[in-house]
């Protein structure tokens, strides 16, 4: 991953199949900003050993790239251990998404690890659960933690939650987890995957709802909901262009006070939500 890619924002994450060798095959011509390599839910148990030696082989074929990063979800438990020291040493490896996490003492753990492998992979916590969603704020300041993610499926389990059509049950998580991200100043989350991807127009619009609460991207379990993601979170050229402006005078004016062309005041954080618009132009 180059430098300038550090800088973007995913708006797309597709997930596939450690295991599924066609799938991974093609997963770089479906269009997505980020691809996962699942070890995890997508992998049956007598698959897992497979299934890491598949990803590892074809993880450390991989060239460095600079337009797509690279995440593999790894287990939990005592198998997290052997797929990260499968994996840490790729090159074109982003980091892990470490599935189910529940504890900042994990996160600590992990980081020990991939420091004794000379790894500078990056974190994402998958949160999971009720404790991992009211600890996002601690998990969110955690060594290595780019960004948090939310696994609404383990997660409805946990607490006993029945969405309805409008998935107002799941606002209080989603907004909490967004907010979480904000005060410990990583990237904002991207929102959780929709299992139904057949219905791309249901897709589109709670993607739509998600953009609102605070989400910059989506992860997919499909590639056709690649484009609808990518779509909904590109901001337009004329966004860019006022953003890029808003930057331009803000740094020229030496990070103190900016004006726009209303020829109202701009201070540091509507700068924070240019530079972001940034990140997630291409």
């Not at 897992?48 to 438990?77: F, M, Q, S, Y």
């Not at 739509?208 to 993601?229: D, K, S």
Request: glycine content about 8%.
């Amino acid at each position: 991953m180059s430098a300038d890619r550090r800088d973007f924002v995913a708006r797309s994450a597709l997930y596939v199949p450690g295991n599924a060798e066609d799938k991974l095959a093609r997963i770089l011509e479906r269009g997505a900003d980020e691809i996962i390599l699942d070890l995890e839910d997508a992998v049956a148990p007598k698959d897992k050993d497979r299934a890491r030696e598949t990803t590892r082989i074809w993880l450390h074929d991989l060239p460095v790239l600079d337009n797509v990063g690279v995440w593999v979800r790894v287990n939990p438990g005592p198998m997290r251990e052997a797929d990260v020291r499968a994996m840490a040493g790729a090159p074109a490896l982003t980091g892990f998404l470490v599935a189910k996490t529940e504890t900042v003492d994990e996160l600590f753990d992990l980081d020990k690890l991939l420091a004794s492998l000379g790894s500078t992979a990056g974190v994402v916590p998958l949160l999971e659960s009720a404790r991992a969603i009211l600890r996002a704020g601690e998990l969110a300041r955690a060594p290595r933690v780019q960004r948090l993610q939310v696994g609404e499926a383990d997660l409805r389990a946990d607490v006993g939650i029945t969405p309805g059509p409008d998935e107002r049950e799941l606002l209080y998580t989603r907004s909490h987890v967004v907010l979480a991200s904000a005060a410990a100043g990583i990237k904002p989350p991207i929102a959780p995957v929709s299992t139904n991807f057949r219905d791309l127009d249901a897709f589109r619009a709670s993607t739509v709802e998600l953009a609102r609460l605070g989400f910059v991207g989506r992860a997919c379990i499909h590639p056709g909901q690649v484009a609808v993601a990518n779509e909904v979170f590109t901001p337009t050229p004329d966004e860019v262009d006022a953003a890029r402006t808003l930057v331009g005078r803000w740094e020229f004016a030496g990070a103190g006070v900016a004006v726009d062309d209303d020829g109202r005041f701009v201070d540091e954080a509507v700068i924070r939500q240019a530079r972001l618009v940034l990140a997630r132009a291409r």
